[in-house]
């Protein structure tokens, strides 16, 4: 069962948030969701434990390979190791894919670091297609 994340079961879910993110930590990740950052969060039940999430939003801006707005956006996506390849994952994404749809949306997007190679077989197996793939670039600009 998916499930909103709520103040009642938040703190599991920002457990796995920090599993996914691990530069994170709980109370990061506690914050940001009281601060209204973090709105479509979901949490993937079953006996009574909490074992994924996937976290969603709308994007309105320019998101790379799309030609519509606002787009679904998948955010995050962590099911825990044990339960990995028992379907959890893509039923999380068909979840995505409803949401996004009841939100206006005719495409979903996501992302992942270009060394990530176990999100990119996932997002591939999924039906994700690859946009692009780029570098990012910074320059401080402090003295």
């Known amino acids: ?13 920002a457990e796995l948030c920090v599993a996914l993110w691990p530069d994170n930590s709980i ?16 949490l993937y039940i079953y006996n009574g434990e909490a074992l994924a999430f996937i976290s969603l939003s709308l994007r ?8 519509s707005s606002p787009v679904g956006y998948l ?10 390849g028992k379907g959890i994952g893509r039923e999380l994404v068909e979840f995505a894919k409803r949401w996004s749809r009841d939100q206006g949306c005719f495409q979903l997007a996501s992302d992942c670091e270009l060394d990530n190679k176990s999100s990119e077989i996932f997002h ?9 793939r780029i570098i990012c670039y910074t320059m401080d600009l402090k003295n």
């Open 1 to 13: 069962m998916i499930v909103p994340v709520t103040k009642e079961n938040e703190r599991i879910w």
């Open 27 to 42: 109370d990061d990740m506690l914050k940001e969701r009281d601060l209204g950052n973090l709105p479509n969060e979901f």
């Open 60 to 67: 309105n801006d320019y998101v790379e390979g799309t030609d």
């Open 75 to 84: 955010e995050g996506i962590y099911v825990k190791p044990e339960w990995r």
């Open 124 to 132: 591939n197996k999924m039906g994700f297609k690859e946009a692009n």
